[in-house]
């Protein structure tokens, strides 16, 4: 039996202000081949991931706390015990707009994902610039290194 332990997963902590714990996947405990598993906290007053697509569908379901989903061209609050499905391609982006940290599980199928490099290094596409736009009234996109 092979068991992931959130306690004894460090985890990257990112410039949009999350933390991201690798739970299953390459590079992992459980080394699946078809999906990958995480748990992300976001920080209070905008924590992020910032708008961003991928080749891959991907599943957000929020554990406690609630925050800002943009997919598309869409936009509306996500609370906990909500799961969004993000189909392959779309652009999306989720900001906690509490006070309280979010809590989050993504579960996204196999392959590369660029925006985590992206973030760390301050590449990210800009949205509107060099991507789509968020959608009207959104919380901005952190782009870059603070």
Request: aromatic share 8%.
């Amino acid at each position: 039996m092979i068991i992931s332990d959130l306690r004894e997963i460090e985890g990257r902590q990112f410039p949009a202000r999350r933390r991201t714990q690798p739970v299953a996947g390459a590079g992992t405990p459980i080394p699946t081949e078809e999906f990958s598993v995480g748990f992300v906290t976001f920080e209070p007053n905008g924590g992020q991931v910032p708008w961003h697509n991928q080749a891959q569908e991907e599943i957000y379901f929020v554990i406690e706390g609630e925050g800002e989903m943009c997919l598309g061209t869409e936009r509306q609050t996500l609370k906990a015990g909500q799961a969004v499905y993000i189909p392959p391609g779309e652009y999306h982006q989720l900001t906690n707009t509490g006070d309280v940290p979010l809590k989050m599980i993504y579960c996204c199928a196999a392959g590369f994902v660029a925006h985590p490099q992206q973030e760390m290094i301050g590449t990210l596409p800009k949205a509107g610039i060099d991507v789509p736009p968020l959608p009207d009234g959104a919380q901005p996109q952190q782009t870059a290194p603070p």
